[in-house]
């Protein structure tokens, strides 16, 4: 456990599914001491995972936040619009008067694998508009809150090994993770003189509720259900022969990334800036 | 306590980076093994840890030379009978004044640097590793420099020795993953340790050249602290890091790894002030 950031404020994106990054990462900043906003566009996304019926979205978030003895509050905003975004960081400015840790987890892959040549405009849109344009807007906002103390205040985006390296079947999402890490790696150098650190998490094969609508297209083409889906084996690139294998020989898990977070917000990292860390279990 | 009852080497220890490592795993609640060829400095390393009330040990251990790594490991393996952490930290380029290049290196200075940065790591990490094969679990920690991909001054046989180092710690990574071994490289930025003094004894005129490198080269406008080098291997040790393995892990402020853009020419500052 990394503790330390007692008295500090952390506003955490896309924190609503029970299994993904941003709902991991919002408990281990509560646990690490800070009080957490939770913030997704629809506040109790369903999962297809059986046994997560009665999950209760952010407002469990913000039980579990609470029951590590810290204060949480819940929003819903759609990250892609500017006036969502302005209202999310004025209402976190209402509450808890300032933003020290800005966690942006919101990230749309859309169905995969769909070839470039099969992809529509309007999907390629929609996944730039989320993943990149919706960074934009969060990080530009809750950015200029932190410069006129920035002093120790950590951004942390959590972009994508597709930010790094092709992705077949997936283009528009490798498109916008390459450009967010283009807009991680400037906006660092541009707040590294205010003192506030700016780094991006590239997770790799991670299991969460992500992947759920590939699940339901796969369920879809082979006329199995969605529980059958998931024990399948996940699917690899467009046209290719499956995953490469994990070095390490496992999926990560929400709680893998939620760890770096945990470094990455500390002190210990207060020399690090401008970094995409990977964390992909050796690939 | 991120890494409490754990066992960490820590090569090149009695001071600098690795002297700021083995401390903060101590106050981790880990165990240190500081090994150096100073054994004086790695006795008061290693006595500063034991106050952080950790067992440490200090071992003499010249890492170009087989015998003596067996002999330290097998020293580590008596007294706490294990190795979690492995940080190749030892390296330097002693002797050569701080710099060298393709004209002034002979070939016997290329062997010794290469030696002393590239194959003694490689020497240390054999032979901790039929242990961590064992504990089918491990973390080894190589600390490469920006100077390997990123050159701003000239010491050819050092940095191609640290440019060896990723491919070793990738390659290394590969080979060990599915045993549970995790390796990691550390990229330093510029980090004010005894490393410099060779090119620059403490002093007024030090000071102010790590004042203007961090003010004109680095984003977050400081070098590097010893301290800074020691949380990032925190990380990479502690469970934290437990899905992250092959990764190159710059700790610069800010300073990207690649960049063909040295906009403060420090060779130039030093040669200016009759330094180089």
């Known amino acids: 456990m990394m503790s330390g950031l007692e008295g500090k404020v952390a506003l955490v994106t896309g924190a609503a599914s029970k299994r993904g990054m941003g709902h991991a990462i919002a408990v281990q900043l509560a646990t690490d001491g800070a009080d957490v906003v939770v913030v997704d566009k629809i506040a109790c996304p369903r999962s297809i995972w059986p046994g997560d019926e009665n999950w209760g979205g952010l407002d469990e978030v913000v039980s579990e936040i609470e029951a590590r003895g810290r204060r949480g509050l819940a929003l819903t905003a759609d990250v892609s619009k500017a006036a969502d975004v302005e209202a999310m960081v004025s209402r976190a400015l209402d509450v808890f008067g300032k933003i020290d840790i800005l966690v942006h987890c919101v990230g749309v892959r859309g169905p995969v694998p769909v070839p470039v040549v099969e992809l529509d405009e309007s999907t390629w849109r929609m996944l730039l508009d989320v993943n990149l344009t919706g960074a934009f807007l969060v990080l530009k906002a809750v950015a200029k809150t932190m410069i006129p103390d920035g002093e120790g205040k950590k951004i942390v985006v959590i972009s994508s090994q597709a930010g790094v390296e092709k992705y077949p079947g997936a283009a528009g999402y490798c498109a916008a993770k390459h450009g967010l890490n283009g807009l991680v790696k400037t906006l660092a150098h541009e707040l590294a003189q205010y003192k506030i650190n700016v780094n991006a998490v590239s997770p790799g094969a991670v299991d969460t509720n992500f992947r759920d609508e590939s699940l339901i297209k796969l369920a879809q083409e082979k006329g199995i259900s969605v529980e059958e889906a998931i024990k399948l084996p996940p699917p690899g690139p467009a046209g290719g022969g499956g995953m490469p294998p994990i070095p390490l020989g496992r999926l990560g898990t929400p709680q893998d990334i939620a760890d770096v977070v945990s470094f990455l917000v500390s002190d210990r990292a207060s020399y690090i800036t401008g970094q995409i860390i990977g964390v992909t279990g050796g690939l | ?276």
């Open chain 2, 1 to 276: 306590m991120l890494l409490k009852d754990k066992v960490a080497i820590v090569t090149g220890g009695a001071k600098g980076m690795g002297r700021s490592i083995a401390l903060k795993f101590a106050d981790e609640g880990c165990h240190v093994v500081v090994a150096d060829i100073d054994q004086g400095g790695a006795e008061a390393v290693a006595k500063e840890a034991r106050g952080r009330g950790v067992g440490a040990l200090a071992a003499r251990c010249d890492i170009t030379r087989t015998p003596e790594i067996e002999a330290m490991v097998s020293q580590v393996l008596k007294e706490f009978g294990t190795v979690d952490v492995l940080v190749n930290n030892a390296g330097g380029v002693p002797g050569t004044g701080g710099s060298g290049n393709s004209e002034t290196i002979t070939e016997e200075e290329w062997e010794r640097i290469v030696t002393l940065n590239l194959k003694g790591p490689f020497l240390v990490t054999k032979a901790v590793l039929p242990t961590m094969k064992q504990n089918r679990s491990g973390s080894i920690i190589f600390i490469s420099s920006m100077g390997a991909v990123s050159p701003v001054v000239s010491v050819l046989h050092y940095h191609s020795a640290k440019a060896g180092i990723i491919g070793l710690s990738l390659n290394l990574a590969f080979e060990l993953a599915p045993l549970g071994i995790r390796v990691n490289t550390i990229v330093p930025g510029p980090v004010e340790t005894p490393f410099w003094d060779s090119l620059l004894p403490p002093g007024p005129e030090r000071e102010a050249f790590f004042e203007a490198l961090g003010k004109h080269e680095v984003p977050l406008g400081r070098v590097g602290k010893p301290e800074d080098i020691a949380g990032a291997a925190l990380f990479l040790a502690s469970d934290l890091s437990s899905f992250v393995t092959g990764q190159t892990l710059c700790v610069a402020g800010g300073l990207p790894m690649m960049s063909q853009r040295a906009v403060f020419n420090i060779e130039g500052y030093l040669k200016e002030r009759g330094i180089l």
